[in-house]
């Protein structure tokens, strides 16, 4: 079958196609997590508000995406997953792309280019570390540049646009050159599997071309934005962007009713035997519990609504397409669950409550790094604390995962509550028998 390109006749055609529109937008990362998230948004934003808002993506350093790309005319498909359901969309949002490594002038030229407003990033939290390759390049840019430019990080970390203006500021040295920038905050959700065979072959299918770049996601995604653009922005609103002046609220309520759900998950599903997160969901009990932690723990610590995204989560994770493995999810837990779930539990302590659920996941947790499933299969443990953690007792894991935890007597004696039932019964049993 003949390669995605402009002239290759399609069944799905893009909403916008390559060369239609000039560039607005440099982005620095090729990875599959934008082009299935904000190049998506951005086509929808041109398609619904139009504007020379195409993206020039820039790859860092691997040039396979970059390729393949260019070989396609700009052109690639989003297959999105949902179960045994799949549907494809060709995405034409990019208009050049540049290889930082090897076209450092290009790349300088368009950071210094006043027809580029925005400059958007998902380089991964390294790339956030003074003097990396990435932060280097953008200031040497940014000091040829004469006009506003918002600097947009759509990385998963919280307060991201604080962090960059933070690093952006202490590299660069000049409050001139600073005036003229400003850095939006945004929240960025929405899962993308890596790509397989199968999701080559099905975009083939269904777009009647080869996609060397296609990549797979899930049918939810949600992009809120700090709406502050000196340069101005394309018409996200129209897109389904959610434009706010602070973004603090929605990453809380992603941290807390779908980080810390997730890896509850992932403890009492590892337990139990599920391999994957859409299977433990599926056992007796566990939805049930799982929006008992909803309501009952997290919602009360939250100011936006948590209900209806609450059971967008656990319909996302029930999609069996997604395939999200329980021993992954549950690695690194003494570094997770502080950021996830510790800060619910504050919240409902200070209240004068006992979050309930939240000291089921604790002791769930307790009971995974002992190294046990509970038929008594081995489990491995992918912490950075596993040496200490294995034969730890219970007040010293909890002291590992914050200091004072042990202390607290009302909540020592609920997780030690929890911890009889899954020691005695298991976490299937436990769970059924809520």
């Not at 509970?374 to 007040?395: I, K, Q, V």
Request: proline letters at 6%.
């Amino acid at each position: 079958m003949a390669r995605l390109s402009l002239s290759t006749p399609l069944k799905v055609e893009p909403l916008v196609r390559p060369g239609d529109v000039g560039a607005g937008i440099l982005h620095f990362g090729l990875g599959a997590f934008h082009r299935a998230h904000q190049a998506v948004y951005i086509e929808d934003a041109i398609a619904k508000g139009g504007g020379d808002w195409g993206i020039v993506g820039v790859a860092p350093s691997s040039r396979n995406v970059l390729e393949a790309l260019r070989a396609q005319d700009m052109l690639y498909s989003v297959l999105t997953v949902d179960g045994p359901d799949a549907s494809a969309r060709v995405v034409g949002a990019f208009d050049n792309v540049l290889h930082a490594g090897s076209e450092p002038g290009a790349v300088l030229g368009r950071i210094a280019d006043p027809a580029i407003k925005i400059v958007t990033f998902t380089v991964t939290e390294k790339a956030y570390a003074p003097g990396s390759a990435v932060l280097d390049l953008l200031v040497r840019g940014l000091r040829l540049r004469e006009t506003p430019l918002a600097l947009v990080s759509c990385d998963n970390l919280n307060g991201n646009g604080e962090l960059l203006r933070g690093l952006v500021g202490d590299a660069l040295q000049d409050p001139d050159v600073m005036a003229l920038l400003s850095f939006p905050g945004t929240m960025v959700d929405r899962i993308v599997p890596a790509s397989t065979p199968e999701t080559l072959a099905t975009v083939e299918s269904l777009i009647g071309a080869r996609d060397e770049a296609a990549i797979a996601a899930e049918p939810f995604r949600e992009w809120v934005v700090q709406d502050d653009f000196p340069g101005g922005r394309p018409a996200l609103e129209l897109a389904g962007v959610t434009l706010t002046t602070d973004t603090a609220p929605y990453e809380l309520r992603k941290l807390r009713a779908l980080n810390s759900v997730h890896s509850a998950l992932a403890y009492l599903g590892v337990l139990a035997g599920a391999q994957t997160i859409d299977a433990a969901l599926a056992l007796p009990g566990y939805r049930a519990a799982m929006e008992a932690f909803i309501e009952s723990d997290i919602a009360p610590t939250l100011s936006l609504p948590v209900h209806e995204y609450g059971q967008q989560v656990l319909a996302r994770f029930a999609n069996s397409a997604l395939r999200y493995r329980t021993l992954q999810v549950a690695g690194d837990g003494s570094q997770k669950l502080p950021q996830r779930l510790l800060g619910t539990v504050a919240d409902r302590r200070a209240a004068g409550e006992v979050p309930v659920y939240a000291a089921l996941v604790l002791a769930a947790w307790i009971r995974f790094v002992g190294g046990r499933a509970d038929d008594g299969t081995e489990l491995p443990l992918n912490d950075p604390l596993a040496d200490r953690l294995r034969g730890a007792s219970t007040e010293q894991r909890l002291t590992m995962l914050s200091p004072g935890l042990a202390d607290d007597a009302p909540l020592r004696a609920e997780i030690d509550r929890w911890l009889r039932d899954l020691e005695r019964h298991g976490a299937a049993a436990t769970l059924a028998a809520l």
